[in-house]
C-alpha cells in the first residue's frame, strides 16, 4: 500500500489529499492484465482474414433451383488479434443492387463458443449464432456449426413475414477456398423440413 499526496487549493487555504494506491497486488494487476492472458486466435479465424471474392447462391426452398447473386468481394481482418471482422460489398462499383453486409466472429474463451454476429443491408436483421463447447484446436478440420434462434423474413416466395429456425456452417479454409452455408427451417406451412437457403464460395483474392 502506498499513499500518494495531492495539494488541492480552495481560496487561501491548501487541503492535501491523501489517496491509498495497492501496488503489486490485484488493483494493479486489473488495470494492466498481462499479454499471455489473451488466448491465441483459433487457427480457423487466421487463415480466413485477407480479402476474398465471393460467389453467392440462394435456394427458396427444398428442392428448389439455386438462384445466383451478385458477385462480391469480402474485406477480413483481425481486431486486435482478438475476433475476425468482415464487409462484403458488390464487386461491381456502383451496382444498383448495391448492397452491405457486416460480420464478427469470434472464439469465446469463457465458454468454450464460437460466436458470430452479422447484419446484411439487404435484410436488416441481426443475426446471432453460437456453436457447442468446442476445442479450437480441432475447429479448423472440419469447420465450425452454429446455432441460431429465429428471424422472420418479411417476404418469401409468395408468403410474408415467414418465421424460421437457422444455423450456420461455417467450412474450413482449403487452400485458397471456404465455403460458408445458412441453413433454414420453416416455422410455418406444410413443408417444414430444413433446406440450404444460402452458400458463400469465397476464393481468396490475389
Excluded at 498481462?34 to 476474398?52: C, F, R, S, T, Y
Excluded at 457486416?102 to 468454450?112: E, G, K, M
Excluded at 453460437?130 to 429465429?150: C, F, N, T
Amino acid at each position: 500500500m502506498r499513499n500518494l499526496m495531492w495539494p488541492v487549493y480552495k481560496g487561501a487555504v491548501t487541503v492535501t489529499l491523501a489517496v491509498s494506491v495497492f501496488v503489486g497486488g490485484s488493483w494493479a494487476q486489473a488495470a494492466s492484465a498481462p499479454n499471455d492472458a489473451n488466448p491465441p486466435v483459433p487457427l480457423l479465424l487466421q487463415k480466413m482474414e485477407g480479402n476474398w471474392t465471393v460467389t453467392e447462391k440462394m435456394w427458396p426452398g427444398s428442392s428448389q433451383e439455386a438462384v445466383d447473386l451478385p458477385a462480391a468481394t469480402a474485406h477480413r481482418r483481425l481486431i486486435q488479434k482478438s475476433f475476425l471482422e468482415e464487409v462484403m460489398d458488390p464487386s461491381q462499383a456502383n451496382a444498383p443492387d448495391s448492397f452491405n453486409r457486416t460480420s464478427y466472429f469470434n472464439f469465446n474463451s469463457s465458454s468454450h463458443k464460437f460466436e458470430y454476429f452479422s447484419l446484411d443491408s439487404r435484410l436488416p436483421q441481426m443475426m446471432n449464432e453460437r456453436s457447442a463447447e468446442v476445442d479450437p484446436s480441432l475447429a479448423s478440420a472440419d469447420g465450425v456449426k452454429l446455432e441460431g434462434s429465429r428471424f422472420v423474413a418479411p417476404m418469401w416466395g409468395k408468403g410474408r413475414n415467414v418465421p424460421f429456425q437457422y444455423r450456420l456452417l461455417v467450412g474450413d479454409v482449403k487452400g485458397d477456398r471456404q465455403t460458408v452455408q445458412l441453413f433454414l427451417t420453416p416455422e410455418s406451412g406444410k413443408d417444414r423440413k430444413e433446406f440450404l437457403a444460402f452458400e458463400y464460395l469465397y476464393v481468396r483474392a490475389p
